[in-house]
């Protein structure tokens, strides 16, 4: 897949955004004890899960939340956006809208881009 082609709502790019350039969609609103702010969201392609312990599983579907106070994602208050990535260690909060510490994973540091374009760029 060409993910320069795609119609994603954002880009990802992990390592503070050194990252090759992932698609993001947008799937929702989640909140935790500390925040109400964490958005879950598709990307493509996915994260190698092998780097987490997954074997083959790959991360299809992750966590992000602003790194820096008086950001925020919802909407996108500024670009690129400092986000913190977890990944879910139980499938099942994905589809609610709470979650704990002990479900998730922090995996990466990231930057969110408005376009491919702007994700190329800036890394």
């Not at 795609?6 to 947008?26: H, I, K, M, S, T």
């Not at 139980?90 to 374009?117: K, N």
Request: proline content about 5%; some cysteine; glycine content about 10%.
């Amino acid at each position: 897949m060409d993910i320069s082609d795609v119609n994603a709502d954002f880009y990802l790019c992990l390592n503070e955004g050194a990252g090759e350039p992932r698609a993001c969609w947008c799937k929702g609103r989640m909140r935790d004890a500390r925040r109400n702010d964490w958005m879950h969201v598709a990307i493509e392609p996915p994260v190698i899960g092998q780097h987490y312990g997954l074997g083959g599983e790959d991360i299809f579907q992750v966590l992000l939340a602003t790194r820096h106070k008086g950001q925020t994602l919802f909407p996108v208050s500024g670009w690129p956006a400092h986000v913190y990535v977890l990944r879910s260690l139980d499938q099942s909060i994905l589809g609610q809208p709470e979650f704990d510490d002990a479900q998730v994973q922090l995996i990466e540091w990231g930057m969110l881009y408005r376009t491919y374009e702007e994700a190329i760029v800036g890394r």
